[in-house]
């Protein structure tokens, strides 16, 4: 079957870095989507990777390695208004989307 | 522009009533798709049309579910005989292609409670 790990949740503290962690077991791989999203709203996208490597967006980043079903969402500079859930979804072999149940991100002062 | 749009953005029902619930996409946009998101739960697929056409109903959790587009715009979400296990949040989202690296934009969703 299609699986998508993701921690539960995880606790930070402002000013710190977090890395998210999702490991993904798909029929196919055609790219890595990460979405952000807050309570009670909709998700919005963060960030897709397709080829292995560091893909750099201003305090976010995402790393991908393929032979290893492994990505991960490094947020740097953390701000309360990160708190959050964050989506890791797989576009596998049909581009579909698979999606994890997501991170809950809990910041603290 | 304007986004995703989906309506009403609450609904509450009492068991065994239909209900519709409708999404407007973001104009020019090909691909749309119906997630549902129990409360603390991640992303369960339900349906993806490709202009008006569904290639892929494999998500819809029973036959009381059904969905149309129209136009290769406006979708409608039907649930027939709503039971209490069906409340929970409806999502759309549309893309540009429903092939490639393209992100989905999702709308505000639609909140659905059954008594």
């Known amino acids: 079957g299609q699986n998508i790990d993701q921690p539960t949740e995880m606790t930070a503290t402002e000013g710190a870095i977090v890395q998210i962690n999702c490991t993904y077991q798909t029929s196919g791989f055609n790219g890595l989507f990460w979405y952000q999203q807050h309570a009670g709203e909709a998700p919005t996208f963060l960030s897709y990777?397709?080829l292995d490597g560091l893909e750099e967006k201003g305090r976010f980043s995402s790393f991908l390695s393929r032979s290893k079903g492994y990505s991960y969402l490094l947020l740097k500079e953390l701000q309360m208004k990160d708190s959050a859930s964050y989506l890791c979804a797989v576009r596998d072999s049909n581009y579909q989307l698979i999606w994890g149940a997501g991170t809950k991100l809990i910041i603290k002062p | 522009g304007a986004g995703v749009s989906q309506s009403p953005s609450n609904k509450v029902t009492e068991k065994g009533k239909d209900v519709e619930l409708r999404c407007d996409p973001i104009?020019?946009?090909?691909?749309l798709y119906w997630y549902r998101q129990s409360l603390g739960q991640g992303l369960e697929f339900l349906i993806y049309f490709q202009g008006n056409s569904a290639p892929d109903k494999s998500g819809l959790p029973s036959d009381r579910f059904s969905a149309e587009r129209t136009g290769g715009s406006v979708s409608t979400l039907t649930i027939q005989r709503t039971q209490q296990e069906d409340s929970a949040v409806y999502l759309c989202a549309s893309s540009p292609e429903g092939l490639g690296g393209y992100e989905q934009y999702f709308g505000p969703g639609t909140r659905l409670t059954v008594t």
């Open positions: 104009s020019g946009h090909t691909a």
């Open positions: 990777n397709v």
